[in-house]
């Protein structure tokens, strides 16, 4: 299979066309929520996460069964920045790490019932440093939206999208500010741990890349400022919107991916919502920019799609409730 895109103007056609919530499942999930045997809205949250996933997923008495986490992988030229508290080599490590079982998502994945699919984008050959020229070519970025879109698995009931890659929360970072304005100092933070020298230096090479690369369009910001498993990410959450796949955000990195997408075709992030908050200082700004309440506060920053997965479990209980509890006539328990 091949993806439906191969420029950047055609993918930015797609983003316009995507479907929109199924709004007579919407209405009977809400109907169903009504009769439930609890008092009105004692389930919280819960309560309008099940209606959003019974919309899109066209039934107002879903199932959430085949959960699919994707962790994409990539290389950046920044890295050599000194941006990061660990050496780029990590990257490729890591990826032999989640292939052998033996990192934080993959328990995590296994625990909610999650398949898991680890994609490496070519990490031999990072992206260009955006201090000095536009990241990706057209070509590098549309062959990593394809890498996500065709990731997906069309037969998956819920979307998480997580990233491995040592440095790239300074391209997150000034694909926020580029998008968002604002400094670049408002949306750097300490990534894996950088020292006061080290926050320095990336805010610096931020504000640097936003004056090499001036286009503020949101793709030609994601092919400027972005990375590979940054765009896989974005064609990832792209594709599901089209499959009426929800979707759950991790941490900064992947919420950067989204919001390029966000600011490209409104409404292209209605079937997702945020996982978490993550400990990186600029995480909330973004979600509040996006409108989206994360569901967990636990002062994750590891990215990997970690945040995101747990909660798979909270989704799966909101969903489980809603489907699964018995109305106030079936069980002959007196209503309000
Ligand atoms: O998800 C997050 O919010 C998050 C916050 C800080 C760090 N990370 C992870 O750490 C790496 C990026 O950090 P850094 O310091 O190398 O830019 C990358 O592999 C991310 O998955 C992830
Ligand atoms: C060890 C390590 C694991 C990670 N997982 C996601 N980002 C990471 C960064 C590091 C450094």
Same mark, same amino acid.
């Given at each position: 299979?091949?993806?439906?895109?191969?420029?950047?103007?055609?993918?930015?056609?797609?983003?316009?066309?995507?479907? *929109? $919530?199924?709004?007579?499942?919407?209405? *009977?999930?809400?109907?169903?929520?009504?009769?439930?045997?609890?008092?009105?809205?004692?389930?919280?949250?819960?309560?309008?996460?099940?209606?959003?996933?019974?919309?899109?997923?066209?039934?107002?008495?879903?199932?959430?069964?085949?959960?699919?986490?994707?962790?994409?992988?990539?290389?950046?030229?920044?890295?050599?920045? !000194?941006?990061? *508290?660990?050496?780029?080599?990590?990257?490729?490590?890591?990826?032999?790490?989640?292939?052998?079982?033996?990192?934080?998502?993959?328990?995590?994945?296994?625990?909610?019932?999650?398949?898991?699919?680890?994609?490496?984008?070519?990490?031999?050959?990072?992206?260009?440093?955006?201090?000095?020229?536009?990241?990706?070519?057209?070509?590098?970025? /549309?062959?990593?939206?394809?890498?996500?879109?065709?990731?997906?698995?069309?037969?998956?009931?819920?979307? &998480?999208?997580?990233?491995?890659?040592?440095?790239? $929360?300074?391209?997150?970072? %000034?694909?926020?500010?580029?998008?968002?304005?604002?400094?670049?100092?408002?949306?750097?933070?300490? !990534?894996?741990? &950088?020292?006061?020298?080290?926050?320095?230096?990336?805010?610096?090479?931020?504000?640097?890349?936003?004056?090499?690369?001036?286009?503020?369009?949101?793709?030609?910001?994601?092919?400027?400022?972005?990375?590979?498993?940054?765009?896989?990410?974005?064609?990832? /959450?792209?594709?599901?919107?089209?499959?009426?796949?929800?979707?759950?955000?991790?941490?900064?990195?992947?919420?950067?991916?989204?919001? &390029?997408?966000?600011?490209?075709?409104?409404?292209?992030?209605?079937?997702? /919502?945020? !996982?978490?908050?993550?400990?990186?200082?600029?995480?909330?700004?973004?979600?509040?920019?996006?409108? @989206?309440?994360?569901?967990?506060?636990?002062?994750?920053?590891?990215?990997?799609?970690?945040?995101?997965?747990?909660? /798979? !479990?909270?989704? @799966?209980?909101?969903?489980?409730?809603?489907?699964?509890?018995?109305?106030?006539?079936? %069980?002959?328990?007196?209503?309000?």
């Amino acid at each position: 299979m091949t993806a439906p895109f191969s420029s950047l103007s055609e993918f930015r056609a797609l983003l316009q066309a995507l479907p *929109a $919530t199924d709004a007579a499942a919407v209405a *009977a999930a809400q109907a169903r929520n009504g009769q439930l045997t609890k008092p009105p809205g004692a389930l919280g949250r819960l309560e309008e996460l099940a209606i959003w996933y019974a919309g899109w997923r066209g039934d107002a008495r879903p199932r959430l069964e085949h959960p699919q986490v994707i962790v994409f992988a990539g290389n950046h030229g920044v890295a050599a920045r !000194g941006v990061s *508290a660990f050496p780029a080599e990590v990257t490729v490590q890591m990826v032999a790490n989640f292939r052998a079982g033996g990192a934080a998502i993959n328990q995590l994945a296994k625990a909610f019932g999650a398949t898991m699919d680890v994609l490496a984008l070519e990490l031999d050959r990072p992206t260009a440093d955006f201090t000095q020229t536009a990241a990706m070519t057209e070509a590098e970025v /549309i062959s990593a939206l394809a890498a996500g879109w065709l990731a997906v698995d069309a037969a998956a009931d819920l979307l &998480v999208v997580g990233e491995m890659g040592i440095g790239n $929360t300074t391209p997150a970072a %000034a694909i926020a500010c580029a998008l968002f304005g604002g400094t670049p100092g408002e949306w750097t933070g300490r !990534g894996t741990g &950088v020292d006061d020298k080290g926050l320095s230096v990336k805010t610096q090479v931020v504000a640097e890349g936003l004056v090499t690369n001036p286009d503020r369009e949101p793709l030609e910001v994601l092919r400027c400022l972005g990375g590979r498993e940054i765009a896989a990410m974005a064609g990832a /959450i792209a594709r599901a919107h089209h499959a009426r796949i929800p979707v759950i955000l991790d941490g900064f990195i992947c919420t950067a991916a989204a919001a &390029v997408l966000a600011l490209a075709a409104e409404g292209a992030l209605d079937h997702c /919502i945020a !996982g978490h908050a993550s400990a990186e200082a600029a995480h909330r700004a973004l979600l509040s920019k996006l409108g @989206k309440q994360p569901l967990l506060e636990l002062g994750l920053r590891l990215g990997e799609g970690s945040g995101a997965a747990l909660a /798979i !479990g909270v989704l @799966k209980g909101a969903v489980a409730c809603h489907s699964g509890m018995a109305t106030f006539a079936e %069980a002959g328990v007196s209503d309000a």
